[in-house]
């Protein structure tokens, strides 16, 4: 790896031609540019599982990286993509389960539209102990409401949402409770209104569920874990109530 270094420029075609490389660590340089086409060569980057391209000056990743068959997890949080557009290929590797988009400066309502396009699914997968199956959004603007169907639009292997701080409004869609593996939903820091849906009861394996700074109301699900989380999970929310909060009236 060569992390936190001053390199800087785009990142040349010919770095595709290393077929034998299974970890490329290159955040924290001055890397600028999208991602070289040449990534997808059928020939190319075959052994690649994890890239770590954060804290650089990426825009984009190509259109198509279905001879990605290996990659497993890409971390591109503090780039300046902008446009969930711009990596609209990342959902077409196969094995590609961990992605962190955080910081990235996104914007716009087209999360729908992204995920439409189809995370990997499980019976194809074999995921490295190295990789947290998870989808990090946290710290941009998007906006619009978290879709309806997020929870068959995403497989039930995930463990991780990060939405935080962003626009996002409308309800908490019930589907989420589909996704019974999730320990970690992030969702603090939004314009969510409407409730906690009771479905969510069936999230038993929550380590971390964060709702707090938003505009919910009713009673928090009375059973484990969200009635022994602190209260800090539910604190910016004037219409919410129950255990840990203050009973309902």
Request: glycine share 10%.
């Amino acid at each position: 790896t060569i992390n936190g270094n001053q390199i800087g420029g785009s990142i040349p075609g010919s770095f595709a031609r290393l077929s034998n490389l299974y970890i490329a660590g290159l955040g924290s340089n001055r890397i600028s540019g999208r991602i070289p086409d040449s990534f997808n060569e059928p020939d190319g980057l075959v052994s690649l599982m994890y890239l770590y391209l954060d804290n650089n000056r990426i825009t984009g990743v190509p259109r198509d990286l279905s001879n990605l068959k290996n990659l497993q997890l890409i971390d591109l949080q503090y780039n300046p993509i902008r446009s969930l557009d711009n990596v609209a290929g990342l959902l077409t590797s196969p094995q590609l389960v961990e992605i962190d988009l955080s910081n990235c400066q996104l914007s716009g309502s087209g999360l729908a539209r992204w995920l439409a396009r189809g995370y990997p699914r499980a019976n194809t997968l074999h995921i490295s102990d190295e990789v947290t199956p998870s989808l990090g959004l946290g710290n941009n603007a998007l906006s619009g409401s978290i879709p309806e169907n997020i929870g068959t639009l995403l497989p039930d292997y995930i463990q991780g949402l990060g939405f935080d701080n962003n626009q996002f409004s409308g309800h908490i869609p019930s589907s989420l409770s589909n996704l019974t593996s999730l320990t970690i939903v992030e969702l603090q820091r939004n314009e969510l209104t409407g409730s906690i849906p009771d479905t969510f009861s069936k999230l038993s394996n929550l380590v971390t569920f964060n709702v707090s700074y938003n505009h919910l109301s009713g009673q928090v699900p009375p059973v484990i874990p969200f009635t022994t989380l602190d209260i800090s999970s539910y604190e910016g929310n004037a219409g919410l109530c129950g255990t840990p909060l203050p009973s309902c009236t």
